[in-house]
């Protein structure tokens, strides 16, 4: 009886299909980002600089990497809660997400980028978490920028939720904004990177409208997941 009261206790906490699909949304970003950066390594591409003149007057401000790396529980916290709380939302989060990773794993071998980071010499925790940033990932699958894709379709499943409050909606547009600008501050990314991330995630949400996730799951036998 314990048992089964705590198997239904941790249904109601993350359904199974969420659970699907939290493990579809974790393999598609794997694949897509690993996957491109070793396909280019073993292809040896060149990579191509994207800083334009704009991008010389942004300075690198490392304080701005608290933001960047507040954005990861951003994600992941809207990410289970807009899992959880539909089927059908679910399942949008989910198109959406797939096939702009999708796309953008096809511009990072079409295309592939690079940048060149400043040297930050400074002691503040700032300037620590920004060295620990560039030491752990490597300057390449830039454009279009995932930081700012995934910010962007965060702001976007919160904003067309009908329940939920319009301060929350306006608080993650504003997260969604300084994510974007840390991205250019710490130097992780130009501007172009940032328009790009954005305009595909505003391009993949409206793909995957609510009619076409019902015709989709219909289609594809997904009723029931």
């Known amino acids: 009886m314990k048992a089964?009261?705590?198997?239904?206790?941790?249904?109601?906490?993350?359904?199974?299909?969420?659970?699907?699909?939290?493990?579809?949304l974790v393999i598609s970003n794997l694949v897509v980002y690993y996957g491109a950066r070793m396909l280019n390594a073993w292809l040896n591409r060149p990579y191509l600089n994207m800083t334009g003149a704009l991008d010389g007057l942004v300075p690198a401000v490392p304080a701005f990497s608290i933001i960047y790396v507040i954005?990861?529980?951003f994600w992941y916290i809207t990410y289970f809660l807009i899992c959880r709380s539909d089927r059908e939302r679910c399942w949008r989060l989910v198109i959406t997400d797939v096939a702009a990773k999708i796309l953008c794993g096809v511009?990072?071998?079409?295309?592939?980028?690079?940048?060149?980071?400043p040297e930050i010499t400074g002691s503040g925790l700032g300037d620590m978490i920004l060295n620990m940033i560039y030491a752990s990932d490597a300057p390449d699958n830039l454009f279009p920028s995932i930081h700012c894709l995934e910010s962007w379709i965060c702001f976007l499943?919160?904003?067309?939720?009908?329940?939920?409050?319009?301060w929350i909606k306006t608080a993650s547009f504003v997260m969604a904004f300084l994510i974007c600008l840390s991205t250019l501050f710490?130097?992780?990314?130009?501007?172009?990177d940032m328009i790009a991330g954005v305009m595909i995630a505003d391009?993949?949400?409206?793909?995957?409208?609510?009619?076409?996730?019902?015709?989709?799951?219909?289609?594809?036998?997904?009723?029931?997941i």
């Open 186 to 192: 710490t130097k992780q990314h130009v501007f172009v």
């Open 157 to 166: 499943a919160i904003r067309d939720e009908e329940k939920v409050p319009s």
């Open 203 to 224: 391009f993949a949400w409206n793909l995957g409208t609510p009619e076409f996730v019902r015709s989709l799951r219909l289609s594809r036998g997904l009723g029931r």
């Open 4 to 24: 089964e009261r705590f198997r239904e206790a941790c249904r109601k906490f993350l359904p199974p299909y969420a659970v699907t699909a939290l493990a579809l």
């Open 107 to 117: 511009i990072f071998i079409l295309v592939p980028t690079t940048n060149v980071r």
């Open 71 to 73: 954005a990861f529980p």
